[in-house]
C-alpha cells in the first residue's frame, strides 16, 4: 500500500515562511516525479510545483508561487519538500502532494492533476493577515 503523508502545515502571518514535507513509503521514489497541489474553500485543486525523478534536475512553479516556493527531494529520505517564503493570505489552502511513477518520461504532464497515481492527505496551511 503506497502512502504520502504530509506535515509541516499550520498557521502563519503574512510574509512568514512554512516548510512542508511528504514522505512517500514507495520503494521507487527516485523514479517518481513529485507535485504539490493545493485546494483552498470553494476552489478547484490547483497545481503548485513539481520536480522531476532521480536528482530532480527539473523543476516548474506555478506563476502565483514562484519566486516564492522552492520544491526539492532527498531521495535517501523518500521526502519531498516545499519551501513556502514570503507567504499570503491567498496561499491559503489545503496543500497536497502528489506522485507519478514516470522515470523522467512524462515531464510534460507535471501540472496535470491525473496525471499522478498517488496522493496524499493533505496538510492545512492558513495564512492570516
Known amino acids: 500500500q503506497v502512502q504520502l503523508v504530509e506535515s509541516g502545515g499550520g498557521l502563519v502571518q503574512a510574509g512568514g515562511s512554512l516548510r512542508l514535507s511528504c514522505a512517500a513509503s514507495l520503494r521507487t521514489f527516485s523514479a517518481c516525479r513529485m507535485g504539490w497541489f493545493r485546494q483552498a474553500p470553494g476552489k478547484e485543486r490547483e497545481f503548485v510545483a513539481a520536480i522531476s525523478w532521480r536528482s530532480g534536475d527539473n523543476t516548474d512553479y506555478a506563476d502565483s508561487v514562484k519566486g516564492r516556493f522552492t520544491i526539492s527531494r532527498d531521495n535517501t529520505k523518500n521526502t519531498v519538500y516545499l519551501q513556502m517564503n514570503s507567504l499570503k493570505p491567498e496561499d491559503t489552502a489545503v496543500y497536497y502532494c502528489?506522485?507519478?511513477?514516470?522515470?523522467?518520461?512524462?515531464?510534460?504532464?507535471?501540472?496535470?492533476?491525473?496525471?499522478?497515481?498517488?496522493w496524499g492527505q493533505g496538510t492545512q496551511v492558513t495564512i492570516s493577515s
Open positions: 502528489a506522485a507519478r511513477q514516470d522515470y523522467g518520461t512524462k515531464w510534460y504532464e507535471r501540472r496535470t492533476i491525473y496525471s499522478y497515481d498517488y
